[in-house]
C-alpha cells in the first residue's frame, strides 16, 4: 500500500537535506494527482513547506545548464505554484500541463459568400476614462539620467609652462 501524502509529510520531517532534496526530485519528477495532493499537505506545514522550497531551489541551480533544464524548471515551477497557493484559491490553472482531449475544436470550413456593398461603419466614440482612475496601484516613475560625460582634463593655467633648453645653449 502506497504511503499517504500525510505520512509522507510526517517522514519528511525527520529527514536530513540530501535525502528530503532527494525525495523532493523524485516528487517533482511524477507530476501526477498524488504528487500535487503532497505539495498541498507540505503546504500546511510551514517549516517543511520552506524546507522543500529551498530543496526545490537547490534542484532548479542542480539542473540549470543541462539539456533538461526547460522541461524540470517546468516541473518545479508547477510544483512552487502548489506550494505558494494559498488554503482559499485552489493553484493556478497554468500549472496544470496536459490539456484535457475533450476540448479540442473540430475543424471549421470556411464558406465564402459574396459581402453586400455597405457603407463603412464609423466606430462609436469611446469613452476614454483617466488613466489614474485605471489603475489600482501607484506606479513607480523610472527616469532616465544619462551619465555625466567627461570634459578632457586641462592643466591648471597657474603652474608656468616649463621650457628646456639644451645644455651649452
Same mark, same amino acid.
Given at each position: 500500500m502506497p504511503p499517504t501524502p500525510a505520512s509522507v509529510v510526517e517522514q519528511w520531517q525527520s529527514l536530513p537535506r540530501p535525502v528530503l532534496q532527494d525525495k523532493v526530485r523524485q516528487v517533482v519528477k511524477r507530476r501526477d494527482a498524488e504528487a500535487k495532493q503532497i505539495w498541498a499537505q507540505v503546504r500546511a506545514n510551514s517549516v517543511l513547506a520552506a524546507q522543500v522550497r529551498g530543496a526545490l531551489s537547490a534542484l532548479k541551480a542542480e539542473v540549470k545548464g543541462t539539456r533538461d533544464e526547460v522541461m524540470w524548471t517546468m516541473w518545479i515551477d508547477q510544483a512552487r505554484a502548489v506550494l505558494d497557493a494559498s488554503p482559499d484559491k485552489p493553484a493556478p490553472a497554468a500549472s496544470v500541463?496536459?490539456?484535457? $482531449?475533450? *476540448? *479540442? $475544436?473540430? @475543424?471549421? %470550413?470556411? /464558406?465564402?459568400?459574396?459581402? @453586400?456593398? %455597405?457603407?463603412?461603419? *464609423?466606430?462609436?466614440?469611446?469613452? %476614454?476614462? @483617466? /488613466?489614474?482612475?485605471? !489603475?489600482?496601484?501607484? /506606479?513607480? =516613475?523610472?527616469? #532616465?539620467? @544619462? =551619465?555625466? /560625460? =567627461? %570634459?578632457? !582634463?586641462? $592643466?591648471?593655467?597657474?603652474? $608656468?609652462?616649463?621650457? #628646456? *633648453?639644451?645644455?651649452?645653449a
Open positions: 500541463a496536459e490539456p484535457a $482531449p475533450e *476540448q *479540442q $475544436p473540430a @475543424p471549421v %470550413k470556411a /464558406v465564402e459568400q459574396p459581402a @453586400p456593398a %455597405k457603407a463603412p461603419e *464609423q466606430p462609436a466614440p469611446v469613452a %476614454k476614462e @483617466p /488613466v489614474a482612475a485605471v !489603475r489600482k496601484e501607484p /506606479v513607480a =516613475e523610472i527616469t #532616465f539620467t @544619462p =551619465e555625466p /560625460v =567627461e %570634459k578632457p !582634463r586641462t $592643466p591648471p593655467t597657474v603652474v $608656468p609652462p616649463v621650457l #628646456f *633648453q639644451a645644455p651649452g
